[in-house]
């Protein structure tokens, strides 16, 4: 792909999306020993970055035809936001076909954009089918989320954005799932500044671009399993895995821990709701899964649509896994004064107990005996770690639980 490319799509969505900030953060350039900023496209209309490649996409449609057809689209979150948002936009009618499991507010986000949404399947792989099929029977036109020229390019106008905004950046850290993102920003910034080092992260459990990339040659998974479901794809397109062959420098995972231990620390520290695909790449930076010491480097933060119901969910997974909150069950008489005593432990060094489960019936059980299950939060790991030692201290003997 040429760069006039990418800056014909920059000049097809001025004045129709946000130019999002690309912010610097004292907090995380300490956490990762870089000078770290961020690409906040959690801001950018529909709450993600797919609206750039939806709408240059629709355009190039409208150039080559005098009526715009019926658009059609299959996805189960941001890529069915950017496709409605986009079509409303230019003018154009469309329908975007979602799998049954879709929760309800990403279904109602997508019908206020003006879209018709038609729930076909139990995953997107079925819904891909369906929507192919509607789409070749009212003679529409399919706007893929990913593996097409036209969204490539729209996805890329980021690189163009974070080269003007700073011009001295060394990494550009990008999520990947299907590629269409990485595979636009790499091209383009290659073109302008190759010294410029593109690193793409994927969820560990969702892992077919990192291999295709390894191995040279498209890979698919069987199965994906990450809360990072905006980057949970089992097949990569053709066009996006020989783009990041050829233009991206480094692949790396990063685990579901990792990914809700960042959501965490972006709600924290810089107030911002960020979804699990969009995290991946702060996540990769402050896990130091690239070397970034010294660099200035950016991380894109790809899109902020988190259900709601999810949130606390992880939430809770974040705080677990930086040593916050804490699962784990002891043994101890069931007997009056037993649980004031253990307790007293727990007050004495200073954690808070959230949940208490008190179990007489399990069959593993002495006769006069009770199992303990508590969760409880911490100022730290090693404030969990010392808890742990006064209760062992005390008699109790700790079982750590996930």
Request: glycine content about 8%; charged content about 20%.
């Amino acid at each position: 792909m040429k760069l006039r490319e990418f800056e014909l799509a920059a000049a097809n969505l001025k004045g129709v999306i946000h130019k999002t900030p690309v912010n610097s953060s004292r907090t995380f350039s300490e956490m990762s020993g870089a000078e770290l900023f961020l690409k906040c496209e959690n801001l950018q209309k529909t709450g993600s970055f797919k609206v750039r490649g939806a709408y240059n996409k629709i355009a190039a449609v409208a150039r080559e035809s005098e009526n715009i057809p019926m658009l059609f689209a299959s996805s189960a979150g941001n890529h069915a936001q950017g496709v409605a948002y986009a079509a409303r936009a230019m003018g154009a009618k469309s329908t975007i076909v979602m799998p049954r499991t879709t929760p309800i507010a990403k279904i109602s986000a997508t019908e206020g954009y003006g879209a018709v949404v038609v729930l076909a399947g139990d995953c997107y792989d079925e819904a891909y089918q369906h929507a192919k099929k509607l789409c070749e029977e009212q003679d529409g036109c399919f706007i893929h989320p990913f593996d097409d020229p036209d969204v490539i390019a729209g996805q890329g106008t980021i690189s163009l954005e974070i080269l003007q905004a700073l011009p001295t950046v060394d990494a550009i850290l990008v999520p990947v799932g299907g590629g269409g993102l990485l595979a636009g920003m790499a091209a383009c910034v290659k073109q302008i500044n190759p010294r410029v080092r593109v690193i793409g992260v994927q969820a560990s459990g969702a892992d077919a671009m990192v291999k295709s990339f390894c191995t040279k040659k498209d890979v698919c998974t069987d199965a994906v399993s990450t809360i990072a479901d905006g980057i949970a794809v089992k097949k990569p397109g053709v066009l996006t895995s020989q783009l990041i062959r050829e233009h991206v420098d480094e692949m790396v995972t990063v685990t579901d821990d990792e990914i809700a231990s960042t959501i965490l620390l972006l709600l924290e520290r810089t107030k911002m709701v960020v979804e699990p695909a969009g995290a991946a790449a702060l996540a990769a930076a402050l896990g130091h899964d690239v070397e970034l010491s010294g660099k200035r480097a950016v991380c894109v933060l790809s899109g902020g649509n988190i259900d709601v119901g999810f949130i606390h969910k992880v939430v809770e997974k974040g705080l677990v896994t930086r040593g916050r909150q804490m699962k784990f069950q002891t043994v101890m008489p069931d007997i009056p004064g037993s649980l004031y005593r253990f307790s007293e432990v727990m007050v004495k060094c200073g954690a808070n107990i959230i949940m208490v489960q008190h179990d007489r019936l399990s069959t593993n059980l002495a006769i006069g005996d009770a199992i303990l299950h508590v969760a409880c939060e911490v100022t730290s790991r090693e404030h969990g770690q010392e808890l742990i030692r006064q209760l062992e201290a005390a008699g109790y003997r700790i079982v750590m639980e996930s």
